[in-house]
């Protein structure tokens, strides 16, 4: 019988132009979320945020359309960028 196991990915809040004066709730509830998921063999926690930022490390203005909530095609490039990496890395490891 072959067991089929499963990897639950958590993906991190990011932060948004709008939401910026929340920076330090959101890094607070990443680090949790982080930790909630080390040392736990079927979840992941996958960092979204970063491939969001600028050199600043401040929200990038080229990823989010005018309201600076909700982001552009290019923002969500970034996302997939970043989940693909993640899928394609626990492929190699099965």
Known sequence: MKVIL?????????????RRHLKTEYEELNN???????????LEFIDR???LLNSQGEPNPDYFIEDNLHLKEQGYEQWNKVIKFFLQSNEDES
């Open 49 to 51: 945020w970063s491939a």
């Open 6 to 18: 499963s990897i639950y990915s958590i993906l991190c809040f990011f932060l948004c132009i709008s």
């Open 32 to 42: 949790l979320l982080k930790l909630f998921t080390e040392g736990q063999s079927y």
